[in-house]
């Protein structure tokens, strides 16, 4: 089995930044790709960023220019750097760690998820 948990969410002023943080850890074998996805309430589930284990990146259009996403692989974890954060970046973000294991298994395993608050 494969935990992943997330860490520093919290509340932060309109223009701020945060970092959050996702490790991954249990039976890793290889993990082919990490994400963030984020929930505001009443909203469905949007995928804000990617990153392969070829360090191929991918942001929604929402945050591109504003949250960076990394990885260190050595310690199966992820990064989400956000700045410049807006009111409407309020949601519960969580983390994915994807195993590809064959053409047509893949595993996904998930966080808790992390309360991100921007304030007016």
């Known amino acids: 089995q494969v935990q992943v948990a997330e860490s520093g969410g919290g509340l932060v002023q309109a223009g701020g930044s945060l970092r959050l943080s996702c490790s991954a850890s249990g039976h890793i074998v290889s993990i082919d790709a990490m994400d963030w996805y984020r929930q505001a309430p009443g909203k469905q589930r949007e995928l804000v960023a990617t990153?392969?284990?070829?360090?191929?990146?991918n942001y929604a259009d929402s945050v591109k220019g504003r949250f960076t996403i990394a990885r260190d692989k050595a310690k199966n974890t992820v990064y989400l750097q956000m700045n410049s954060l807006k009111p409407e970046d309020t949601a519960v973000y969580s983390c994915?760690?994807?195993?590809?294991?064959?053409?047509?298994?893949?595993?996904?395993?998930w966080g808790q998820g992390t309360q991100v608050t921007v304030s007016s």
């Open positions: 994915r760690a994807r195993r590809v294991l064959t053409t047509t298994e893949i595993r996904d395993y």
């Open positions: 990153i392969t284990s070829g360090g191929t990146t």
